[in-house]
């Protein structure tokens, strides 16, 4: 199994610039979670899709955040214009709710995002 | 509301030292709890889970109990390696919430030769 794929695994864009991130859940997932990891904050769940329909964007920090799930195998977490205090490590996670079983989130590698 | 405290870090032990990381939670409902490890420069991955009251969760030595009395589910291993240095997360799940995962802030674990 090729687990959760992000791309790309670093990234160094100038404030103003637009940034997006991808995503491509373990096949047959049908959970999908973006999260912020910074030092500061710590972990911090953005938002969460469940059968591609987005559940909870409370954690979407401000309108410059966008995120979508076009199909099962794939999401993208927009941030327009990008911003200095952006800088984290993204991850996405997914799950399988299968019935009668307890949903373990697998999470990607991240993507590390530095703004200037 | 649902939440999670553990105990701050960073922790720092000798090789084959105790561990003890303590978990609390405050839920509605009735939880299932995690424990989560970051290894440096990598995502998380689940180390052991409970879904019950008195369950215990173990894997590669390490244990936790769901203990409903005291709202907790603290981490412990009997004798660590360096190789466990990393950020442990404690973490719950409500159902009726869409599979939403609440995590603790974390805890660094440094294991020193």
């Known amino acids: 199994d090729a687990g959760v794929i992000q791309s790309p695994r670093h990234e160094v864009t100038e404030m103003g610039q637009e940034v997006t991130l991808r995503c491509k859940p373990i096949s047959g997932h049908n959970s999908l979670f973006w999260y912020r990891q910074t030092m500061m904050r710590g972990l911090e769940l953005l938002i969460y899709?469940?059968?591609?329909?987005?559940?909870?964007d409370s954690g979407m920090p401000e309108d410059r955040f966008s995120a979508k799930m076009p199909n099962a195998s794939f999401s993208t977490l927009k941030i327009q214009p990008s911003e200095p205090r952006d800088s984290a490590v993204y991850f996405c996670?997914?799950?399988?709710?299968?019935?009668?079983?307890?949903?373990?989130?697998?999470f990607g590698p991240g993507t590390r995002l530095l703004v200037l | 509301g649902n939440s999670v405290t553990q105990m701050e870090g960073p922790v720092t032990l000798s090789e084959e030292a105790f561990l003890t990381i303590n978990c609390t939670y405050t839920?509605?409902?009735?939880?299932?709890l995690f424990w989560y490890v970051q290894y440096p420069g990598e995502g998380l991955q689940l180390l052991l889970k409970?879904?019950?009251?008195?369950d215990k969760g173990s894997n590669k030595g390490f244990e936790a109990t769901y203990r409903k009395e005291t709202t907790s589910f603290h981490l412990e291993k009997g004798s660590v390696q360096v190789s466990d240095s990393a950020v442990y997360f404690c973490a719950l799940l409500i159902y009726n919430q869409g599979g939403k995962l609440i995590f603790g802030q974390g805890t660094e674990l440094s294991v020193k030769p």
């Open positions: 839920a509605t409902g009735y939880p299932s």
């Open positions: 409970a879904t019950k009251a008195d």
């Open positions: 996670a997914s799950s399988s709710r299968l019935a009668g079983d307890i949903e373990t989130q697998y």
């Open positions: 899709f469940n059968n591609n329909v987005p559940i909870d």
